[in-house]
T-cell receptor, first 114, second 114 residues
């Protein structure tokens, strides 16, 4: 078990470009979460998957954001037409189903939009 | 709606002295409370959680937290601080519903001086 893996760790892009982040959760975890963290703030919830089903999306997740989890394994978070306000750390976490579980976080993907 | 508040942006303490990082909560029903730590350019690491039972919860790296229902608090403590404890600490509460989704506070930066 190598924990939650996120790639790339850092992405620098120009405004208007599309970016995609990948998250590989702990293999036996069927729940997967995306959070966004800006400097000086706590992580803010973006979206949640149980297996391949996206069950909850925050209002923070504008139409430019889309997340998928095909086959209930890895997940991708795509941001289209990036804006400078999208600059943040994007954190992925996973947890097993049932009970009051602990979220295990990845190291994050830092996005810088120039 | 579930929420947590961390009233201190920063806590400074001398190495060897006891430390306290404060957290208060506002929930409907019984709270599930968590503490996470974040080191620079890293994801969040789980420290401890309170679900039910003993009000004093022991966690990783010598940290503990005291659940106080009457004061709606869940303060993080350590009897003797280390310089290596310097990091960003987040209190979180589990959201309502059948997921492990967490709602985080704004974080408290702990600085331990030699």
């Amino acid at each position: 078990d190598t924990g939650v893996s996120q790639n790339p760790r850092h992405k620098i892009t120009k405004r208007g470009q599309n970016v995609t982040f990948r998250c590989d959760p702990i293999s036996e975890h069927n729940r997967l979460y995306w959070y966004r963290q800006t400097l000086g703030q706590g992580p803010e919830f973006l979206t949640y998957f149980q297996n391949e089903a996206q069950l909850e999306k925050s209002r923070l997740l504008s139409d430019r954001f889309s997340a998928e989890r095909p086959k209930g394994s890895f997940s991708t978070l795509e941001i289209q037409r990036t804006e400078q306000g999208d600059s943040a750390m994007y954190l992925c976490a996973s947890s097993p189903g049932g009970g009051a579980n602990v979220l295990t976080f990845g190291a994050g993907s830092r996005l810088t939009v120039l | 709606a579930q929420s947590v508040a961390q009233p201190e942006d920063q806590v400074n303490v001398a190495e060897g002295n006891p430390l306290t990082v404060k957290c208060t909560y506002s929930v409907s029903g019984n709270p599930y409370l968590f503490w996470y730590v974040q080191y620079p350019n890293r994801g969040l690491q789980f420290l401890l959680k309170y679900i039910t039972g003993d009000n004093l919860v022991k966690g990783s790296y010598g940290f503990e937290a005291e659940f106080n229902k009457s004061q709606t608090s869940f303060h993080l403590k350590k009897p003797s601080a280390l310089v290596s404890d310097s990091a960003l600490y987040f209190c979180a509460v589990r959201d309502m519903g059948n997921t492990d989704k967490l709602i985080f506070g704004t974080g408290t930066r702990l600085q331990v001086f030699p």
